[in-house]
């Protein structure tokens, strides 16, 4: 793109481009051109909200319930509307004739520029160029600027310039449109627009200024307080319109002060000037992408799409603060209402474990935060310990909608709540998982033991034991494959429940030995007995695990195998299975067809715990009735069918994750980015191809790159040091940055072990 804000973009390979304009994608691309900082989301939304936009700007934890069947994400007022009327016609994509248009997005600076040649009723032409950013270094600003040249005759233009409160969140099924704020104040202070607002239920208050400066044909800009104001354009003229604004919430300021201390920000951001601001937002992304890059060498498409998804990942993770998490949907659309689910600690959570530890840590003290309403969902159910929602909002209660709307559009009841309890074992294993990179004792002492505790209990009380086979089975579950309601003894859930027990009994020991005052203090505090850290162990061996001799294989549930044996034989132009067409929805329980990745998913998470045998022939056998129908499913099949040496496949189930969203595959990006598939598709290239693997606390690499990927390189943030890797078929090299001159880490490389020297290079060649 050439025009006015070309020269702060990226090289190609940083950039996101959308050529000309089409209705029908208005509101993927929306959500897929996000913009945000971990505080807040903004939907790439065009700046004259043409029909049919979507806005959506969603702040970190401010949920609400008014109006909605559960607490959601509440669609905070609009910070971006800009419109501008030229003689009398408004220049908006959607109406007007557009000669040319394009927007990128541009992943390394996250800045979304503009570039859009509108021709009126009269032939008359108009350039808009547009570029705009939510600070990564001063959170609570965004900036935007619009420059507008009336090419062929002088114009007179109208502005309009808002924060627009109106704005609802959109009900997917029953609800309708939600408003869920109320006016509190809207004001001009000084040469600043104030805008307060309040939710209904949660009381939050959010609070706005915005400052707005015109320039025209180069000369000074002059602030304004007008919200609609005339301008006559010269022909050849062009008009920039400087937008500054800040958000803040009662959520981390006092109601009281939240006035004050707005302006005071914005008063800061404006003498920083749009400019000062850009840079310093430009030096932060630089910063937050140093060590999170992942670089294929041999495939340039793959890398760009993979930055696309780690971009969004970046933009969801909160810095400093304990108290939120990330929804299913990321800050980016109204799907899944914001709620935050297992996607987080199994999907998202290992990329921020290795790229992010303070924003991993945080993630699971959300959890931690909770766990007085986990308890009551667990007493309440009639079991020991933590049951965690399974879809969690700003409380910790159980967030479920009663209601959801089936794949095929229908409107079924859910019963996920009452019985998708593997989320109790995803949190333990989040943390275990956190644990084995980071050595973080002092979080294992504040918060990590206490829910490892608490989940094994929960198990040992859910659990039941069948007399007559001598086993513990644990009846009545959804396990990951949610196409089977109501099961008993789902294998994931019973070996992850198995896991949870014995894992949490193994870091009893281990912390019994090293910080024994503190771990007396911890079973004081929650009334842990000896005893029960025994009966764990006693559980955990002898819980079922349902596996059919004759066929070699883990059994997904009880009777799964008596079901009705449907192949997927017929594949989509992605090489994805298609659902036989003398099957519905609505009878696939009946059949033997998976939703998503579930024992698969399962031979994952723990891979010492099955032979290659066993694992060989689940997969041959699962693989060919998965349906994918959820977007956790492929990446986790590409890193199994690598494991297997089936990389061919493993890289088609790659790509199809990969382009979730910038294809919308599952058609439904609209709603927002597919978070867990983010994660998914990083774990996919760096668990998958580079073979990475945290073989308790040993990092463990064994490559099986596609034939066309030369190496990929990355980093890991591992214990105290950084690894820099680079990794091919062949060899791999090493450089691990610390802070210690001397030392050295150890690694396991080709199924050796080698000592990797601190701060030198080190390569280890296959044998
Ligand atoms: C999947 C769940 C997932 C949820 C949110 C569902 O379709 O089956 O595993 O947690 O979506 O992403």
Same mark, same amino acid.
């Given at each position: 793109?050439?025009?006015?804000?070309?020269? $702060?973009?990226?090289?190609?390979?940083?950039?996101? *481009?959308?050529?000309?304009?089409?209705?029908? #994608?208005?509101?993927?691309?929306?959500?897929?051109?996000?913009?945000?900082?971990?505080?807040?989301?903004?939907?790439? +939304?065009?700046?004259?909200?043409?029909?049919?936009? #979507?806005?959506?700007?969603?702040?970190?934890?401010?949920?609400?319930?008014?109006?909605?069947?559960? @607490?959601?994400?509440?669609?905070?007022?609009?910070?971006?509307?800009?419109?501008?009327?030229?003689?009398?016609?408004?220049? /908006?994509?959607?109406?007007?004739?557009?000669?040319?248009?394009?927007?990128?997005?541009?992943?390394?600076?996250?800045?979304?520029?503009?570039?859009?040649?509108?021709?009126?009723?009269?032939?008359?032409?108009?350039? $808009?160029?547009?570029?705009?950013?939510?600070?990564?270094?001063?959170?609570?600003?965004?900036?935007?600027?619009?420059?507008?040249?009336?090419?062929?005759?002088?114009?007179?233009?109208? +502005?309009?310039? *808002?924060?627009?409160?109106?704005?609802?969140?959109?009900?997917?099924?029953?609800?309708?449109?939600?408003?869920?704020?109320?006016?509190?104040?809207?004001? @001009?202070?000084?040469?600043?627009?104030?805008?307060?607002?309040?939710?209904?239920?949660?009381?939050? %208050?959010?609070?706005? !200024?915005?400052?707005?400066?015109?320039?025209?044909?180069?000369?000074?800009?002059?602030?304004?307080?007008?919200?609609?104001?005339?301008?006559?354009?010269?022909?050849?003229?062009?008009?920039?319109?400087?937008?500054?604004?800040?958000?803040?919430?009662?959520?981390?300021?006092?109601?009281?002060?939240?006035?004050?201390?707005?302006?005071?920000?914005?008063?800061?951001?404006? #003498? =920083?000037?749009?400019?000062? =601001?850009?840079?310093? &937002?430009?030096?932060? %992304?630089?910063?937050? %992408?140093?060590?999170?890059?992942?670089?294929?060498?041999?495939?340039?498409?793959?890398?760009?799409?993979?930055?696309?998804?780690?971009?969004?990942?970046?933009?969801?993770?909160?810095?400093?603060?304990?108290?939120?998490?990330?929804?299913?949907? !990321?800050?980016?659309?109204?799907?899944? &209402?914001?709620?935050?689910? %297992?996607?987080?600690?199994?999907?998202?959570?290992?990329?921020?474990?290795?790229?992010?530890?303070?924003?991993?840590?945080?993630?699971?003290?959300?959890?931690?935060?909770?766990?007085?309403?986990?308890?009551?969902?667990?007493?309440?159910?009639?079991?020991?310990?933590?049951?965690?929602?399974?879809?969690?909002?700003?409380?910790?209660?159980?967030? *479920?909608?009663?209601?959801?709307? &089936?794949? /095929?559009?229908?409107?079924?009841?859910?019963?996920?709540?009452?019985?998708?309890?593997?989320?109790?074992?995803?949190?333990?294993?989040?943390?275990?998982?956190?644990?084995?990179?980071?050595?973080?004792?002092?979080?294992?002492?504040?918060?990590?033991?206490?829910?490892?505790?608490?989940?094994?209990?929960?198990?040992?009380?859910?659990?039941?034991?069948?007399?007559?086979?001598?086993?513990?089975?644990?009846?009545?579950?959804?396990? @990951?494959?949610?196409?089977?309601?109501?099961?008993?003894?789902?294998?994931?859930?019973?070996?992850?429940?198995?896991?949870?027990?014995?894992?949490?009994?193994?870091?009893?020991?281990?912390? /019994?030995?090293?910080?024994?005052?503190?771990?007396?203090?911890?079973?004081?505090?929650?009334?842990?007995?000896?005893?029960?850290?025994?009966?764990?162990? &006693?559980?955990?061996?002898? +819980?079922?695990?349902?596996?059919?001799?004759?066929?070699?294989?883990?059994?997904?549930?009880?009777? $799964?195998?008596?079901?009705?044996?449907?192949?997927?034989?017929?594949?989509?132009?992605?090489?994805?299975?298609?659902?036989?067409?003398?099957?519905?929805?609505?009878?696939?329980?009946?059949?033997?067809?998976?939703?998503?990745?579930?024992?698969?998913?399962?031979?994952? =998470?723990?891979?010492?715990?099955?032979?290659?045998?066993?694992?060989?022939?689940?997969?041959?056998?699962?693989?060919?009735?998965?349906?994918?129908?959820?977007?956790?499913?492929?990446?986790?099949?590409?890193?199994?069918?690598?494991?297997?040496?089936?990389?061919?496949?493993?890289?088609?189930?790659?790509?199809?994750?990969?382009?979730?969203? =910038?294809?919308?595959?599952?058609?439904?990006?609209?709603?927002?980015?597919?978070?867990?598939?983010?994660?998914?598709?990083?774990?996919?290239?760096?668990?998958?191809?580079?073979?990475?693997?945290?073989?308790?606390?040993?990092?463990?690499?064994?490559?099986?790159?596609?034939?066309?990927?030369?190496?990929?390189?990355?980093?890991?943030?591992?214990?105290?040091?950084?690894?820099? +890797?680079?990794?091919?078929?062949?060899?791999?090299?090493?450089?691990?940055?610390?802070?210690?001159?001397?030392?050295?880490?150890?690694?396991?490389?080709?199924?050796?072990?080698?000592?990797?020297?601190?701060?030198?290079?080190?390569?280890?060649?296959?044998?």
């Amino acid at each position: 793109m050439k025009g006015k804000f070309s020269k $702060y973009l990226s090289k190609e390979e940083w950039l996101i *481009t959308d050529k000309g304009w089409s209705k029908d #994608e208005l509101s993927v691309k929306e959500s897929l051109f996000t913009l945000g900082n971990g505080y807040i989301g903004s939907r790439g +939304i065009y700046e004259e909200i043409p029909d049919g936009t #979507e806005p959506g700007t969603y702040i970190a934890g401010v949920y609400d319930a008014a109006a909605s069947m559960v @607490p959601e994400l509440v669609n905070a007022p609009n910070p971006i509307d800009f419109r501008i009327i030229v003689e009398g016609e408004k220049l /908006d994509i959607g109406r007007m004739d557009i000669l040319e248009s394009e927007r990128i997005l541009d992943l390394g600076k996250g800045l979304l520029v503009r570039k859009t040649l509108f021709s009126d009723t009269k032939g008359r032409r108009f350039l $808009y160029q547009s570029l705009r950013f939510f600070s990564l270094r001063d959170k609570r600003i965004g900036a935007m600027q619009i420059c507008l040249k009336a090419l062929d005759k002088p114009a007179r233009i109208i +502005i309009q310039d *808002t924060v627009d409160d109106s704005v609802t969140n959109i009900g997917s099924i029953l609800e309708g449109r939600k408003r869920h704020t109320q006016l509190v104040d809207v004001s @001009p202070i000084r040469d600043m627009n104030y805008l307060c607002v309040k939710t209904f239920t949660r009381k939050i %208050w959010l609070a706005y !200024t915005s400052f707005l400066a015109v320039a025209r044909a180069g000369g000074h800009p002059v602030g304004t307080l007008n919200k609609i104001f005339n301008m006559l354009l010269k022909k050849g003229e062009m008009a920039c319109f400087t937008k500054i604004f800040s958000i803040h919430t009662s959520k981390d300021f006092s109601a009281r002060r939240l006035k004050k201390i707005a302006i005071k920000e914005l008063h800061r951001a404006k #003498e =920083l000037g749009f400019d000062g =601001l850009l840079k310093r &937002h430009i030096a932060a %992304w630089q910063r937050k %992408w140093e060590a999170r890059e992942v670089k294929i060498d041999g495939d340039r498409e793959a890398q760009k799409a993979l930055c696309f998804n780690i971009y969004h990942l970046l933009i969801s993770g909160k810095e400093g603060d304990d108290n939120v998490s990330i929804g299913a949907r !990321t800050l980016s659309g109204n799907g899944y &209402h914001g709620h935050i689910f %297992w996607d987080t600690e199994i999907f998202i959570l290992p990329f921020f474990i290795y790229a992010d530890p303070k924003i991993a840590r945080n993630l699971l003290m959300y959890r931690f935060h909770r766990l007085n309403e986990a308890r009551r969902i667990a007493g309440e159910k009639g079991y020991k310990g933590v049951l965690f929602p399974w879809e969690s909002a700003d409380t910790g209660k159980e967030t *479920t909608p009663a209601y959801s709307k &089936h794949l /095929d559009g229908s409107i079924i009841e859910i019963h996920t709540m009452d019985m998708e309890h593997h989320i109790v074992s995803d949190v333990a294993y989040g943390v275990c998982h956190y644990f084995s990179a980071t050595g973080d004792n002092e979080f294992m002492l504040k918060a990590g033991l206490e829910i490892l505790f608490e989940t094994a209990r929960f198990w040992a009380s859910r659990a039941t034991y069948n007399k007559k086979t001598k086993k513990f089975e644990i009846k009545k579950v959804i396990g @990951p494959d949610e196409f089977h309601e109501d099961v008993n003894n789902n294998a994931y859930t019973n070996r992850m429940a198995a896991w949870n027990l014995y894992k949490t009994k193994e870091f009893y020991k281990y912390f /019994d030995k090293k910080y024994p005052r503190f771990l007396r203090k911890i079973e004081r505090k929650i009334s842990l007995k000896s005893e029960e850290i025994e009966q764990w162990a &006693h559980i955990a061996d002898r +819980i079922k695990i349902p596996f059919s001799k004759s066929k070699g294989i883990i059994e997904e549930f009880d009777g $799964y195998l008596r079901k009705k044996d449907v192949l997927l034989k017929t594949l989509n132009h992605y090489f994805m299975p298609v659902l036989p067409a003398d099957i519905s929805l609505k009878d696939v329980g009946k059949t033997q067809i998976v939703k998503q990745a579930d024992i698969i998913m399962l031979m994952y =998470l723990l891979p010492e715990e099955f032979t290659k045998d066993i694992r060989l022939k689940s997969y041959l056998y699962y693989v060919k009735r998965t349906l994918h129908k959820s977007s956790l499913s492929p990446s986790i099949y590409s890193i199994l069918a690598c494991e297997v040496g089936d990389v061919t496949r493993g890289y088609l189930y790659f790509l199809f994750s990969l382009y979730a969203d =910038l294809k919308n595959r599952y058609g439904n990006t609209r709603e927002g980015i597919h978070a867990a598939s983010l994660g998914g598709t990083w774990q996919a290239v760096i668990m998958g191809f580079s073979g990475f693997r945290n073989m308790e606390g040993l990092p463990s690499f064994e490559p099986r790159l596609p034939g066309h990927w030369r190496n990929i390189k990355f980093c890991l943030k591992w214990k105290n040091s950084l690894l820099r +890797i680079s990794v091919s078929n062949k060899k791999i090299k090493f450089f691990a940055a610390s802070k210690r001159k001397k030392g050295s880490i150890l690694v396991k490389c080709f199924n050796s072990v080698y000592k990797v020297p601190f701060n030198k290079n080190y390569i280890i060649y296959k044998k």
